[in-house]
């Protein structure tokens, strides 16, 4: 069984827990609930003929009270950057966080997240920030923990596309 | 865990008993590292190291630990690191919540550290003191939440409040731009148009609300040009055309003397919106960064826009022909970046175009 390590990373309340949670345990909460330091959640799933081990890496949310140690993605496939669509500033902190990321570690493979997509009329990131990061090549992912919307997709996509490059 | 990752130590080393006694009731362990990368367990184990130490129950136990855990797995390359380089002090993996067979997860931290020349790891259930920790950030993080929901519905009524400004002021300058022929509907897009531009750079906010009422004042100063040049219907002779590029002079002139942000933008791009790239457009022969963002993005805008609609001296052109020509013009013309910026947005500017259509083109 291969094993692949993904990190989930992003500012504080973007739903990273609650992503991981809805697709591991297919389970989610309304009550916001911190995280402090990691998590690691595992997951058995085929990806075509291929049995895989999904470790997620659900690390601390991003802010005054607690930084990203950059170590964290040693050994990753890849990670997902969370961003909660109602909220823009969460998508520049994402945003900072990946250079952060590819600073210390070089590029690696990742996906933007942006999450809460049953809560899209009250959305703070705007169609015209989207393009522009789709066109500058980021890969963008969209879904909601609420709802389940994509989040299977967004980790097995994310996997599948992981292994690719592994296997490139 | 399986029994091939432990062994009995041939002496063992185990904590005194009263030493053991006081870690255990830490709910700590101690090993110390071997030369094999095994480590010695000093202490008798609690509980809370079951996932972890397996079917080992006490003290004097070789055993390994790869394999034991995702996260120490992850800590034990670090810390295998720091004894190696023989450094004073101790390095702390931070907490991570490792699974148990019972349920809930337990919080543990790991040190490793050197003391006459051996290698510990400390292995510690934090317990209360991390179900503290998460008290004390959740409680930071659900008022910073707080916070940002009424900065949110702060926001949301100064647009209110907004919105019925610009109301106002588009109606006044759709009547000034009726003068020249241009159309409501062109003067609402391109403060869409530039807001979105704006949007897709990450502005803050309010410095896109501003964009979007200032950068429709662009023209203004045309109020200040006699008609028999603005509405003339054949080409501008050199001193008419002379006389037209005062526009953007007289724009800055009305739109100059004021402390309001809006007023100083749409100075800006008032003045700055027939500057070119290259330093050959007017007033100022202004090039590159020189020239004032928002009238880059506003010449921008101008241009695709007046292109692709009907005016009264030509037909509209397809947006393939326009996006072309406008390309020629990227770093000539246009700042290149924020042409390129304009281009990955294309769709967000073609559902302005569709929701804005024009009305009819008064002469």
């Known amino acids: ?168 | 865990m399986t029994s091939g990752r432990t062994g009995r130590a041939a002496s063992p080393l185990a904590a005194p008993p009263d030493l053991g006694r006081v870690l255990s009731g830490l709910d700590m362990i101690v090993l110390k590292r071997e030369l094999d990368d095994s480590f010695l367990l000093l202490t008798d184990p609690t509980a809370s190291f079951a996932e972890i130490l397996g079917t080992v129950r006490a003290a004097g136990v070789r055993l390994s630990l790869r394999g034991a855990s995702d996260y120490l797995d992850h800590f034990l390359f670090d810390a295998a690191e720091f004894w190696l380089r023989g450094e004073p002090g101790r390095i702390r993996s931070g907490p991570w919540l490792e699974a148990q067979r019972d349920g809930e997860p337990r919080a543990l931290e790991a040190q490793a550290l050197r003391h006459n020349n051996e290698a510990f790891l400390i292995i510690e259930h934090l317990g209360a003191a991390y179900d503290a920790q998460v008290r004390v950030l959740q409680s930071a993080r659900d008022h910073l939440l707080k916070e940002e929901a009424l900065e949110r519905e702060v926001l949301r009524r100064t647009q209110s409040i907004r919105l019925r400004e610009e109301e106002i002021a588009m109606r006044l300058l759709a009547a000034a731009a009726t003068r020249d022929g241009e159309t409501g509907s062109h003067v609402r897009r391109i403060g869409l148009y530039a807001a979105a531009i704006a949007e897709a750079l990450g502005w803050e906010t309010g410095r896109i609300a501003d964009l979007r009422v200032a950068a429709p004042m662009h023209d203004v100063g045309k109020i200040g040009i006699p008609d028999a040049i603005l509405r003339k219907p054949g080409a501008l002779s050199e001193e008419e055309f002379r006389i037209m590029q005062d526009h953007t002079v007289i724009g800055a002139r009305m739109l100059g003397n004021s402390e309001i942000p809006l007023l100083c933008l749409a100075r800006e791009i008032a003045l700055g919106h027939h500057e070119k790239w290259n330093g050959r457009g007017y007033p100022q022969r202004l090039a590159g960064e020189e020239i004032p963002v928002a009238a880059r993005i506003v010449t921008i805008v101008d241009v695709y826009d007046a292109m692709v609609h009907r005016r009264v001296y030509k037909p509209p052109i397809p947006e393939p022909e326009v996006l072309a020509a406008m390309a020629q013009g990227a770093g000539r013309d246009f700042d290149p970046h924020l042409f390129d910026v304009f281009l990955g947005i294309l769709p967000t500017i073609r559902a302005i175009r569709d929701d804005h259509l024009d009305e009819a083109v008064v002469i």
């Open chain 1, 1 to 168: 069984m291969i094993h692949l390590k993904l990190c989930m990373v992003g500012a504080f309340s973007v739903g990273k827990s609650s992503l991981v949670q809805r697709y591991v345990q297919s389970m989610f909460s309304e009550k916001y609930h911190t995280t402090v330091g990691v998590k690691i959640d595992k997951k058995d799933i085929a990806l075509g003929a291929t049995p895989v081990r999904l470790l997620i890496w659900d690390l601390a949310g991003e802010d005054h009270f607690s930084a990203l140690r950059p170590t964290f993605m040693r050994g990753a496939a890849g990670y997902l950057l969370v961003a909660d669509g109602t909220r823009a500033h969460t998508l520049d902190a994402a945003l900072d966080l990946n250079r952060q990321i590819e600073a210390s570690q070089g590029p690696l493979p990742f996906a933007l997240v942006l999450n809460k997509e049953d809560l899209i009329d009250q959305w703070e990131i705007t169609p015209p920030r989207i393009e522009m990061l789709e066109r500058r090549g980021v890969k963008l992912l969209r879904g909601s923990a609420k709802s389940g919307a994509g989040v299977q997709a967004m980790f097995e996509h994310f996997a599948s596309h992981s292994l690719k490059e592994r296997a490139s």
